[in-house]
């Protein structure tokens, strides 16, 4: 059986490492209108946590909370946000605390860290990937349990999709490959029968 070359394997893991990281950093929340509700992500890496940002991706003026110099910067928070948010860092784990959650607070929120002293320091405040992204459904009463449901079923049909997507390329890949090879082999094969023509004449 014809073993994978190393930039297949490449290929496959990669692929699958960001199927891993989208079903990880990516969840679905409901809560009822006047509860509290927490949004927790927990950021990889081992360096200094220098910088906490939550945004909502469509609210583009502000922040819904930031965190630095140790201290919470209500400079650039969402006016609709001030005094209904709290940070909580235990471990590397943060949990963000939003108050008495209303209907206009439904939306997707974003976490960015940035990190001093870490490999991983691409992880930037403005700009880098999120760190982890929570879909929050606001409802009323008996509402809270379908939303979730339904929240579940969108997220295994992205995670589907995206599977599906991956083995298209690697099998992409190895089409190619194959294609390559009999090539080379075809190649190969007319060059050797011209010389052995030419050493007969």
Known sequence: MRSYSMSQMVLLISLMQVLESKDSNQRNISVEPGHDVSLTCEPSGRGTIAVVELSRTDLKDGYVLLYRNKQ?????????????VDLQIKNRTFSFILKNVREDDEGTYESRVFQRNSPRQQRSVIGGDPVCSISLRVGPPGTSEKQNQDGDKNTSEELRSSLYLCMFCFCFLLLMSEV??????????VSDVRRIKKFHL
């Open 72 to 84: 919470l910067d209500p400079r650039y928070q969402l006016q609709s946000y001030r005094d209904r």
């Open 180 to 189: 390559n090879t009999s090539f080379l082999n075809n190649t190969r094969t």
